[in-house]
């Protein structure tokens, strides 16, 4: 991936999976949140996919717009580009009736010394945004972050694991399942809870922190040991093929990559292909938050890039200057503050 073109077709290319899918889906989709991190890369793929499945189906991308360029840069995608703010009572009256529906919308960075207006976006909007949509089916994305830390060598939490969230933004985040569960059960809404953690791209993620802070001499802390991730491309196409998998009570599936990977083992070998050394602190905590995904990748196969590839896409992007988000996962967090 030699440059922001080929990055952005290759997450937008649609397996033939996802596009056999959307295929036997009736109606409309309308993505909320589509202007964040994963909206554009997961609108451009439902357009491209939806019009290789030949089914006349609209997408509507609605997100507040911060600038016309945003708006533009949305409406290259081909996607219908509805300009709203989803958390005023009136702009949510009047958004695109649609049968499928991708829920986005969610607070995590500066959410430490935020909680109340954090709660308000995590907890209490889902609920309004469910009643506006209800009887269509709902995809909403949650977080690993509603797990516990767990023992590095348990695989990762399971959908059947104890929930333990740490700290406020977490616990909001649970709380938006259990306010979307209930909007289900009551209303008979079909939904989706996708527990992803961390997707990865070249422009941000997990390997992204890593290189820059190789690239920038900067010393790596190692006591958050361990980590999973997985390609966005194939975060965004499990995400639109869970709308055939719907259910109530909400189906739950965790969404991430097969390896627990090592952060010492990861850098060291980012910095092997950068040519720069790396230095590190700390020691490897026996606890770190890790999620099984054998369900997702049992129901939609494995990621169609395999983590050595991530690894030297992430090397050659940081590595040859290209353009980056300027957005840190903090994965390196154990209490929960971001």
């Known amino acids: ?92 009256a009047v958004l695109p009736d649609a049968a499928n529906v991708v829920y986005l919308v969610g607070a995590k960075f500066g959410s430490h010394g935020q909680e109340a207006a954090t709660w308000a976006t995590n907890a209490y909007l889902p609920g309004r945004i469910a009643h506006r949509y209800r009887g269509s089916r709902i995809v909403a994305l949650s977080t690993g972050n509603v797990y516990p830390l767990v023992p590095v060598s348990s695989g990762g939490s ?86 055939l998998h719907v259910d109530v009570p909400p189906f739950v599936l965790n969404l991430t990559g097969p390896e627990t990977i090592s952060i010492r083992s990861v850098a060291s070998r980012l910095a092997h292909r950068l040519g720069r050394p790396v230095e590190f602190t700390g020691t490897e905590a026996p606890t770190a938050l890790l999620s099984d995904a054998s369900r997702c990748h049992g129901l939609f196969g494995y990621p169609d890039v395999t983590l050595e590839e991530l690894i030297a896409h992430t090397a050659a992007w940081v590595g040859g200057g290209g353009p980056l988000l300027g957005k840190p996962t903090k994965f390196q967090r154990r209490d929960g503050k971001f």
């Open 158 to 243: 399971t959908e059947h694991s104890d929930l333990g969230p740490v700290g406020e933004y977490a616990m909001s985040c649970l709380g938006r399942e259990r306010v979307l569960s209930h909007v289900a059960t009551t209303t008979t809404t079909p939904t989706a809870l996708i527990r992803l953690n961390y997707a990865v791209e070249m422009r941000y993620g997990v390997l992204v922190d890593l290189a820059t802070q190789i690239m920038n001499g900067e010393v790596v802390d190692v006591t958050t040991g361990f980590a999973n991730v997985v390609w966005q491309g194939y975060a965004n196409e499990v995400t639109l093929r869970s709308l």
């Open 1 to 92: 991936m030699r440059d922001l073109d080929e990055l952005e077709d290759r997450l937008s290319a649609p397996r033939p999976e996802l596009v056999a899918d959307l295929r036997r889906l009736d109606g409309d989709l309308v993505v909320l949140g589509a202007g964040g991190k994963l909206g554009p890369s997961l609108v451009r793929l439902a357009v491209r996919a939806l019009e290789a499945a030949g089914t006349g189906a609209r997408v509507f991308a609605v997100s507040r717009y911060g600038s016309p360029e945003a708006r533009a840069g949305m409406a290259a995608t081909g996607a219908e580009v509805v300009a709203a703010d989803v958390a005023d009572e009136d702009a949510l």
